[in-house]
């Protein structure tokens, strides 16, 4: 909240200020009779959806000063709660698709997909409420999105502040919680295409604690919930979700200078007979191919499931020593079990008449996560220069179990229009018991130390350092093996960094320059790696060069931020160009890119927001194991990752209280393969809303997407097949504030 003449402003509200305008000698302090007050109305501004980018909000993904997204060196995205709703993104993935650059998909095998500045999966790092479950294509699967104040983003080498694993950039999704903004409700229903339903409810409220805290005066609560249940049939034949969310949080506020905040969270899905992909015609070359007739068509077993359920647990300590120096504690527990039974694999026979399935795949995840993060904060003074400071400690175990089991089939061959197929038990050989085959230990100590200095008023550096100590630890519980014996550790030491300076040129616009760093595992992901992974390899190294700019435009009307990039991660697991039965930690990667976003309100009724991605990504040294001969991916582009990636939002209120909006995405092609023989085709898709709000109550909006029904692959599996992204539907909701 803001304080003017020691009141408390209400946040969002217009406040009446009465002051004095004194006509007698000036530096007078007293008040002669005939003085004149003066009433000066003071607001609070906001910017409203879809208009200028949020560059004053201040980004924790990116650093723990409280720096915000402007005083920042480096790429960072924020897509905040009034964006996610309209732009009627109703989950997670949806939400990711307005960051520069990013896609995202979620084929069940890796849900949590996305693709951003060249690098993918585990080079990607995922975070919840600036957590790592270190496990992120697929603990970040699509989640509801009522429950997410906003979404994070920081492009490219960022392990200074969240960890290994984030050579590309770093996503942080980040959860509603109670909060001192007053007494607040929300209730949101929607209807549309294949069935699919949203009901959802959330509330803030003071609770006890007649006098506020920060008046000195006892004990004061604030209590959030909220709570969202959705469905959908699916747009493929025989799928159906199923999903329930809540977040549960209390702050409370025991004097002025301390508060804790307890926040839980809860997730369940369960999809019947999820949809994996859509096989390509053969020749599986060149520009991939499906038949039309098959778009709808669903190949798993008739009784396939994907199911989980997350629960989240965090408790935060703020105590504030002073008006400079703050120390935050969080205490944080993790809990994810996950469920797999499907046919997960198809393809067409040499004739293409027929769909042989394979690959019957039951596994359980059993996944638990508990650690502690100190952290303290400190405005002051290097000499005659401000330097703040911000450091910690974060110290955490992860355990995962997994219980696969596999059948690689052929299960059966198919009509592609006309079948039906098997309930999974039936599969000769698959039977409904979970058998654990490893168990791995992740055990991280980390600490870490940022700094920013203003050199000069219009100068700043920006400095962070980051050590890991992370030790894994892998138990066979299956028959031990010269490949695979029966427990073996390995422990890393990374340190990464970043070192940036901005400089602002004016009031309102600035560039910068920084170099970062991060480290992530050769192959796989720690979590789940196994010995052929890791053996004695080290961690990748991966640094980062960047230059870019911030500023508003045409009277403050619009802002802008461009930045051009360069990546390199080395020490990659690849093929032993002399031995192709063995691995070694000598391959590298890099990309080149150029980004830019912008935000305008050209006239007072239109708002418009956009941003466009160039990157090109290749293999600098790579070498693939093909038949038992080591095969040179040199130059290739990386699988899933478009050169190109563009979005607009255009919103037009063209009456008082209606507003129409369109938006628009368009993505390049991408490779299916490291051989980059198969390709999928580029595509671009639109979307249309009109909404209307009543008396400043509710807004009622229909919407469809995917306008023009374009039938594009939103992911290439390595089947291979194409994993079609959504038909054109509709929807209708109602979003009400109380």
């Known amino acids: 909240m803001k304080k003017l003449f020691g009141k408390v402003l209400p946040p969002r509200r217009a406040v009446v200020i009465a002051i004095l305008s004194l006509s007698g000698t000036a530096g007078s302090t007293a008040v002669a009779a005939g003085d004149v007050l003066e009433t000066i109305e003071v607001r609070e501004t906001r910017d409203e959806p879809n208009e200028k980018l949020p560059l004053d909000q201040s980004a924790s993904t990116a650093s723990r000063l409280g720096l915000s997204v402007r005083e920042t060196p480096g790429s960072i995205s924020i897509i905040d709660r009034s964006a996610i709703e309209a732009r009627g993104a109703s ?163 025991i004097t002025p200078q301390l508060s804790h905040t307890l926040a839980y969270e809860y997730q369940q899905e369960h999809v019947d007979r999820p949809y994996w992909g859509t096989p390509l015609l053969n020749p599986t070359t060149g520009v991939g191919r499906i038949d039309p007739a098959t778009r709808f068509k669903n190949y798993n077993a008739n009784d396939g499931v994907y199911e989980q359920t997350v629960e989240w647990f965090r408790s935060i300590v703020d ?49 638990e996560l508990t650690g502690n993060r100190l952290e303290w904060q400190h405005h002051g003074k290097l000499g005659a220069m401000q330097s703040d400071w911000a450091g910690g400690v974060d110290y955490s175990i992860n355990r995962m179990k997994r219980f696969p089991r596999t059948v690689a089939g ?43 200095t203003r050199l000069l008023p219009s100068l700043s550096l920006v400095t962070g350092l980051r050590h890991d100590q992370i030790k894994l630890e892998v138990e066979n519980l299956r028959t031990a093996s010269a490949t695979d014996p029966a427990y073996f550790s390995n422990t890393y030491r990374p340190t990464t960094g970043r070192a940036g300076l901005v400089w602002d040129i004016t009031p309102s616009a600035n560039v910068f320059v920084q170099y970062s760093t991060a480290a992530d595992p050769p192959a796989g992901v720690l979590t789940t790696a196994s010995f052929s992974q890791v053996r004695d390899f080290n961690l990748t190294t991966g640094d980062q060069v960047e230059a870019g700019s911030k500023f508003d435009f045409w009277d403050g009307r619009g802002n802008a931020t461009i930045s051009a990039y360069a990546i390199k991660r ?169």
Do not use: C
């Not at 903004?181 to 604690?209: C, E, F, H, M």
């Not at 040499?350 to 596994?363: D, H, I, M």
């Not at 393969?673 to 198969?678: D, I, S, V």
């Open 91 to 253: 989950d997670t993935q949806q939400i990711l698709r307005g960051i520069p650059g990013v896609t995202a998909s979620a084929p069940p095998g890796q849900a949590g997909f996305v693709s951003y500045r060249g690098f993918s999966a585990s080079q990607i790092t995922q975070l919840f409420n600036g957590i790592t479950v270190q496990y992120d294509s697929i603990s970040a699967r699509p989640i509801d999105s009522w429950i997410y104040d906003r979404v994070e983003a920081v492009g490219g080498a960022s392990g200074f502040v969240n960890g290994a694993g984030s050579v590309g950039g770093a996503i942080n999704y980040i959860t509603k919680l109670a909060n001192r903004d007053g007494n607040t409700a929300q209730l949101y229903g929607s209807y549309g295409s294949n069935n699919s339903s949203v009901v959802a409810a959330g509330i803030n409220r003071k609770i006890g604690g007649e006098n506020s805290a920060d008046d000195g005066a006892g004990v004061t609560n604030y209590l959030r919930i909220d709570l969202s249940r959705s469905g959908s049939d699916g747009y493929v034949d025989g799928e159906k979700r199923r999903s329930l969310t809540g977040a549960f949080s209390l702050l409370t506020d």
């Open 319 to 367: 105590y504030r020593l002073s008006a400079d120096t703050s120390i935050k504690n969080t205490f944080y527990h993790y809990n994810a079990l996950r469920d797999y039974r499907n046919v997960e694999v198809y393809r067409y026979n040499a004739t293409n008449t027929q769909v042989v399935r394979n690959s019957a795949f039951l596994q359980r995840h059993d996944q």
């Open 410 to 452: 052929p299960i059966s061959s198919v009509d592609p229009y006309n079948f039906s197929t098997e309930s999974f038990f039936s599969i000769p050989g698959m039977t409904p018991d979970f058998v654990p085959d490893r168990s791995n230990r992740v055990t991280t100590l980390a600490a870490f130390l940022e700094n920013r």
């Open 570 to 738: 080395k020490n990659l697991a690849v093929t032993d160009s002399t031995n192709p039965n063995n691995t070694v930690p000598a391959g590298q990667q890099s990309s080149r890119g150029l980004e830019f976003a912008f935000g305008v309100r050209p006239v007072k009724n239109v708002r418009l927001q956009g941003n466009f991605s160039l990157v090109k990504a290749q293999y600098d040294d790579f070498t693939e194991n093909v038949g038992g001969v080591a095969v040179s991916r040199a130059g290739k582009r990386p699988t899933n990752t478009p050169m190109r990636v563009a979005n607009l939002w255009l919103d037009y209120a063209f009456m008082p209280g209606w507003n129409a909006g369109l938006d628009a995405r368009a993505v390049s092609s991408v490779y299916g393969n490291t051989a980059n023989t198969l390709s999928a085709p580029g595509y671009a898709i639109f979307g249309a809303s009109l909404s209307y709000k009543i008396q400043s109550v509710a807004t009622v909006t229909a919407r469809v997407k995917n306008l023009t029904d374009k039938v594009y692959a939103d992911n290439v599996t390595s089947a291979p097949m194409f994993y079609l992204g959504a038909p054109r539907t509709f929807e209708i909701a109602v979003l009400a504030n109380f």
